[in-house]
């Protein structure tokens, strides 16, 4: 006889497999779809900062500094975007961000040491759901990442991009970078995978 409150085992995987799942998801999506973005801010307006490379952790409150170190208010900026370790500025206009940026390079004390900051291009980002795998074999490559994303999805076109990280030298790492339009099902249930010998972990 089943104890009251307990669940099957039917009930407590519903959400990762069967007609439930594909409902819940369906929902969920057309619940997404419903809600209204923001309007995307002009990029004509937005001045990128790199993380100096000593710097431990490049924060808000120093990016806050950054801008009020030349005597500009904070009411100038719109949003900060963290993007790669760095941050996008965006500002309410164009001539804001002109007068941000003509300010670098220049040298700003963080904590009990000065560091140099710069303006560079901002990377490009992908958007969608972010997978790390690590663990994989040595001398890994891009596009053997990328078959391993594909067996994983649903679709190939579900696959936004995938690579293996990179050190901050360009040495090429053990971990991996996958980008989905749509979360694999397959990971929803375990968050390893054996590939031959290899015991692949995602995060």
Known sequence: MERAGASSPAQEGFLHTGKAFNVYQAK??????AIEQ???????????IPKPALLPAFWE???????????????????YEKCLGGYLFHF???TCAKEFKSSFPRDLKVGMKVHHFVVDDAPTIHEGIRVRVV???PMTDKATVRKIAEVLSLNDDDVVMADVLKSKGGVPT???IMI??????????SNSLMWGKTKLIFY
Do not use: H, W
């Not at 170190?69 to 949003?79: A, D, E, N």
């Open 61 to 79: 409150n120093t990016a806050d500094n950054l801008v009020l170190s030349i005597g500009m208010p904070l009411t100038c900026v719109k949003v």
């Open 135 to 137: 663990r994989l074999p």
């Open 28 to 33: 969920l999506l057309r619940a997404l779809a």
């Open 174 to 176: 053990e971990k991996g």
């Open 38 to 48: 923001p309007t995307l801010v002009d990029p004509a307006a937005g001045v990128y």
């Open 92 to 94: 309410t206009d164009s």
């Open 180 to 189: 989905f339009k749509v979360a694999p099902v397959q990971l929803l249930r």
